[in-house]
């Protein structure tokens, strides 16, 4: 995994246009990574939104938000177990290789909803083989979210996926 500064990330990704075109077989790649950056880092995200937004773009969804921010309905935890230690996880999945574009897309989300403080990334995420960005980023003095994108096997051989995770709160006191 090559580390880039995060400066220079989102100092290239402001300054370019909207995701690049691809073929026509790859449209799923471009909305599910759009529909991503446009939804998953937003505190008014429900698992009933995650369907409607991000399953209609023909990508495989992994969602729960066991406790709101914006005081909407509780979503359990309905795919993958959960994280322990989170409260909240957006993802998608689809098929291909296309990692560049994923790490483009979740970079201009982040960019887009002003989250560009940096923290550490905790202990109990390490990159994956596959792994093209993990980052973490401080939401509020209480809350971190980790981001991580890249490839792995799927179910119809390399998928590409987009996933944040936004952890339980830290004591304040500690």
């Known amino acids: 995994m090559t580390r880039i500064p995060l400066t220079s990330i989102l100092t290239a990704v402001a300054l370019l246009a909207p995701l690049p075109a691809v073929a026509q077989g790859d449209a799923v790649a471009t909305r ?3 529909a991503f950056a446009d939804h998953c880092f937003s505190p008014f995200m429900t698992a009933e939104r995650a369907q409607e937004v991000l399953a209609s773009t023909g990508a495989r969804v992994d ?3 066991l ?3 914006s005081g909407g309905p509780q979503s359990p935890v309905t795919g993958r177990a959960q994280t322990e230690g989170t409260d909240r996880r957006c993802e ?7 990692g560049a574009l994923a790490v483009e897309a979740a970079i201009g989300g982040l960019i ?3 989250i560009d403080t940096e923290a550490p990334v905790p202990d109990s995420y390490q990159p994956t083989e596959g792994t093209d960005l993990l980052a973490a980023r401080q939401l509020n003095p209480n809350r971190v979210a980790v981001v991580h994108v890249g490839t ?6 390399t998928e590409t996926f987009l996933m944040v995770e936004r952890l339980t709160p830290r004591d304040p006191d500690k």
């Open 63 to 65: 969602f729960y938000d």
């Open 67 to 69: 406790d709101p921010l």
């Open 152 to 157: 792995r096997p799927g179910p119809n051989g």
């Open 32 to 34: 599910a990574s759009q």
């Open 92 to 98: 998608v999945a689809f098929d291909g290789a296309h």
């Open 112 to 114: 887009a909803e002003g």
